[in-house]
């Protein structure tokens, strides 16, 4: 079993920043990538950012330049630092990884979630 737990999020003003971070713990024998996904109220889940095993990373278009994804592979720790924040950045925030709990299988996993509430 693997389990994802993600920590910071919460109230910001419009412009200023925040910090996410996800742990993964349980049977891990590799990490392929962890993600950072957002639901906003009435929207599907989009993929914020990805990083992979590698440092690859890829951004949704509306928060490159402002949010910065990055990885600690020795804590299986990845980290959000979200700044310039908008008021359309209000989400909930999910972690997500595609991790092998064995050799030459893998499975997709989630996070519970964090609130990220952008307001003035």
């Known amino acids: 079993q693997v389990h994802l737990v993600e920590s910071g999020g919460g109230l910001v003003q419009p412009g200023g920043s925040l910090s996410l971070s996800c742990a993964a713990s349980?049977?891990?024998?590799?990490?392929?990538?962890m993600n950072w996904y957002r639901q906003a109220p009435g929207k599907e889940r989009e993929l914020v950012a990805r990083?992979?095993?590698?440092?690859?990373?890829n951004y949704a278009d509306s928060v490159k330049g402002r949010f910065t994804i990055s990885r600690d592979n020795s804590e299986n720790t990845v980290y959000l630092q979200m700044n310039g924040l908008k008021h359309e950045d209000t989400a909930v925030y999910y972690c997500?990884?595609?991790?092998?709990?064995?050799?030459?299988?893998?499975?997709?996993?989630w996070g519970q979630g964090t609130q990220v509430t952008v307001s003035s």
């Open positions: 990083i992979t095993s590698g440092g690859s990373t």
């Open positions: 349980g049977n891990i024998f590799a990490i392929i990538a």
């Open positions: 997500n990884a595609q991790i092998y709990y064995i050799i030459n299988r893998w499975a997709d996993y």
